[in-house]
Structures are given as structure tokens and as C-alpha cells.
């Protein structure tokens, strides 16, 4: 075994200003009492933050990433496949990487006990999807379009239909929660989680895109989100020669 | 060659236990698993209320010191050690993960880390995870090369008590004895 001072380890870059919300975003009210207000302290990237869990198949069920089928019956709404691919800043594909998600139905109502928006709840549908990336970093959902939904961050406040992603990559640094949208979303304009994002391209990376390729003859309409995750630098960080065995 | 530019991070919102937590979360390992103790806690906000909709995540070696993991360069551990936990808060705000001690995790340049857990927490109205490591107050942490970044009047909020079984580590997201949070 190498001794510590022999250590290679990868080295994950920082990710350009603006790309992720600040804590303290006052047009989102909830942040006022969640971030913390004093400075970070820097982390080294050592052995704990450039591993991470790789969580496998294990974690699946059969029908986990076709919300439509979970159920007797099918739920209400659209149809859709939603396919992306997870991939890290060099453009490499996140392999086998556990990729969930969870969202409202179509009325806008989250299968949760403390959701009181008074949209009636699907019996068909939970909202609730696990799949893993293939080899190209692939993942597919077929699930529901979800439905827009008053909060009351503001008056007349609605969140712009979205789903919840959630992903490991392959290191403690790249976990990643996100949410995806929906192309020319009118709620936009209003909404300070989307909004918090301070780049307006990197707002951008957020909203999936349709694609007639993806979409199926009579059947469900087709969206493409790829998510990035923080890359790999390009020079690894090396110390002397070297490993012994 | 193109860089891609990453995809920003949202919250988790307030729902977000219909879709995260698992059965098995917060068993790193299984219950009766010899030396096995819970870390527990309670995650505050900035008026010291419980934060009922967050959801802690835990990161660790195993007792050994190693990584299940392709870029841990010591190679495939002894064992099939999880090293992950997942937890979210209930009603009281409270978490709970049951795990294994990590072993002593080499630095850089010959040093050694003190045993300790990087945590991630989640929550609604947090725009991005916030990141936090767990140390234990029964361990040697004096030579740790991290702790010694953190300015000594706040290692305390890194240090989880002992308990009758395990050991306490609180969470406060903003305020008086606010967390320790790192930027990775």
C-alpha cells in the first residue's frame, strides 16, 4: 500500500461564478433563516471528497423509472420521456451513476402530507422515479408533465412546472440537486428559485428541450435534459514517484 | 477541448421525502453490526427552530481507513462498506444515522486526517447543499489538517458528543453557534 505521501488524487475544478444560487437569496423567502451566515471555510480535496457512493442497481426496482406504471391504473395528463445524459465538464459520461427524481402530478399536487394545494391527488401516480446512467451516461423517464402550483413566497406566487433531479456523480464534490424545466414556461418571469440563479445562460441549463425524436406517435411527447456535474482539472495533481505495488 | 458549463443546483423543496429517503437511509450498516453506534442530532435554523423538512447525507471510510471507490489509489478495501448514510429530518427536526467509527484517512504530504464524516445537508430554502464534517470528541484531533483551517473559537460545532449510544451532532444552519460550513 502507498504511504500518504505518495497519494495521486484527481482534482474536481471549481465551477464559474454565477453558476449555483447564492444561500441568501431574499426573493426567496425560505433562505432568510437557512443560510448560514458566516464565511465558508475551504475543504481540501482529499481521499473523502473525490470518492464518493457508487450506488448500483441495488437501489432499483422494476418499473422505477416509468412513473405511468407503478399504478393499476394510468395517471392523468401528459405523457412524457424525459432523456438526458449526466455528464462532467470534460464532456465524459457519468456511468452507472444513480439518477432520482420526484415531482407533482398533473394538477400540480405532490403526493406529500403537507401539500394543501387543493388539486385532487392521482391514485396513479407517486411522482417518484429511480434509474441508473448506461454506459454513455444515459438515463430515460416516462412519467407525467407535472402542473404548476401557487406558493406563497409572493403574492400571486406559482412555481413553473419543474421536476426534481437528484444525482451522485462519482465524487462527494459533484453531488448535485437541480430541478428541470420546460421550454417557454410563462411562470418564469416570477419565480425566485428559477430566478436565483444569477447567470441567465446558466438559468438556461435548466430548462429541458423538446425534441421530435424523443417524441412518440401518439403516445408521449419527448424532452432532452443533460445534466453537467463539476469536472475533472485537466492537470492532476501529482507528488513523487511513486507506488511500490 | 470544451469544457461544458455545469448545471446549477436548486433546493430540494419542501417535499422533498416523498422522493429521496430510503427504508435502509440511515443503516450505513445493518443494526447488530459489532461496534455499530447512531449518530443523532437536530438541525436549527436561524431562530434556533427545528428544521422539519431537511435531509442529512453522510460520507465516510470504513473503519479501516479506505474507500470502496476507483480513485482511492490504496487500492479495494477489506470490505463491502457502504460509507453512505441518508436521513431526513422528522417533525422535531431530528436525524439519525447508524455507522461504523471511519478509521484515520491519510492528508497530503504525510499527514494524517483524524477519523471523521463529510456530511451534506438539504433543505428547503437551502439553494444549494451546505457542507459539514463530523469529528468525535472521544478521538485524537489534534493533528487533524483540517480542523486546523477552521478557526479554534468554532471547532467545537464539528465535534459530535458522546451519547449512551453514539453520539450527538447538531446541526444550526445560521446564528448563534452556527455550523461550521466548507465550500468544496
Redesign the interface.
Known amino acids: ?10 482534482r474536481y475544478g471549481q ?2 461564478e454565477g ?5 441568501d ?1 431574499a426573493g ?1 423567502r ?9 464565511d ?16 448500483g442497481p441495488g ?1 432499483l426496482n422494476e418499473l422505477d423509472n416509468d412513473l405511468t406504471r407503478q399504478h393499476a391504473g394510468e395517471p392523468q395528463g401528459q405523457r412524457i420521456i424525459v432523456t438526458g445524459r449526466l ?5 465524459r459520461p457519468v456511468r452507472d451513476s444513480l439518477v ?3 415531482q407533482a402530478n398533473a394538477g400540480g399536487r ?3 402530507t ?2 394543501r394545494w387543493p388539486s385532487p391527488l392521482d391514485p396513479n401516480f ?3 422515479g429511480r434509474t441508473l446512467t448506461d454506459s454513455d451516461g444515459r438515463y430515460t423517464f416516462t412519467t407525467i408533465k407535472p402542473g404548476a402550483y401557487p406558493w406563497k413566497n409572493h403574492d400571486n406566487a406559482w412555481r413553473p412546472a419543474h421536476i ?1 433531479f ?1 444525482v451522485f456523480g ?4 459533484q ?5 428541470m424545466y420546460f421550454p417557454d414556461d410563462p411562470l418564469f418571469s416570477q419565480d425566485p ?1 428559477f430566478n ?2 444569477p447567470d441567465e ?3 438556461q ?2 430548462v429541458s428541450r423538446y425534441d421530435h425524436e424523443i417524441t412518440q406517435s401518439e403516445w408521449a411527447l419527448g424532452f432532452q435534459f ?6 475533472r482539472d ?1 492537470s492532476v495533481f501529482e ?1 513523487e514517484e511513486d ?1 511500490d505495488e | ?20 429517503p ?1 427504508p435502509d437511509g440511515p443503516h450505513v450498516v445493518p443494526e447488530g453490526t459489532p461496534g455499530a453506534f447512531w449518530i443523532r442530532g437536530t438541525v436549527r ?3 434556533g ?1 427545528p ?1 422539519p ?1 431537511a435531509m442529512i ?1 453522510t ?3 470504513d473503519p479501516e481507513g479506505g ?3 476507483p ?5 479495494a478495501p477489506g470490505s463491502e462498506f ?3 448514510g441518508r436521513c431526513p429530518t422528522d417533525g422535531d427536526g431530528t436525524y439519525e444515522i447508524l455507522t461504523l467509527l471511519p478509521g484515520v ?9 483524524a477519523p ?1 464524516i ?1 456530511v ?1 445537508v ?10 459539514t ?1 463530523i469529528y468525535f470528541e472521544d478521538q485524537d484531533n489534534s493533528a487533524d ?2 480542523l486546523a ?2 478557526p479554534a473559537e ?1 471547532r467545537g460545532t464539528l465535534i459530535a458528543a458522546k451519547t449512551e449510544d453514539g453520539y450527538r451532532f447538531d446541526v444550526r ?3 448563534d453557534g ?7
Open positions: 500500500m502507498a504511504t500518504p505521501t505518495e497519494l495521486r488524487l484527481p465551477e464559474p453558476t449555483h444560487p447564492p444561500l437569496s426567496y425560505s433562505t432568510a433563516l437557512r443560510h448560514p451566515k458566516q465558508l471555510v475551504l475543504l481540501p480535496q482529499m481521499l473523502t471528497e473525490v470518492t464518493g457512493p457508487l450506488l437501489r455528464l462532467d465538464g470534460e464532456g432520482e427524481i420526484w405532490y403526493r406529500h403537507g401539500d407517486d411522482g417518484v426534481h437528484s462519482s465524487a462527494f464534490t453531488r448535485l440537486v437541480t430541478q428559485i436565483s440563479i445562460k446558466a438559468r441549463r435548466m443533460d445534466i453537467v456535474l463539476r469536472g485537466a507528488e507506488e | 477541448m470544451t469544457r461544458l458549463l455545469p448545471t446549477p443546483s436548486q433546493t430540494v423543496g419542501p417535499y422533498l421525502s416523498i422522493g429521496l430510503w435554523d436561524g431562530n427552530d428544521v423538512d447525507e460520507w465516510q471510510a474507500f470502496a471507490h480513485d482511492d489509489p490504496r487500492g457502504r460509507g453512505f484517512v491519510p492528508g497530503e504530504g504525510g499527514t494524517t486526517q471523521h463529510d451534506s438539504f433543505a428547503r430554502g437551502l439553494l444549494n447543499r451546505v457542507v464534517r489538517p483540517v483551517t477552521v468554532r444552519l445560521q446564528g452556527e455550523t461550521v460550513f466548507f465550500s468544496v
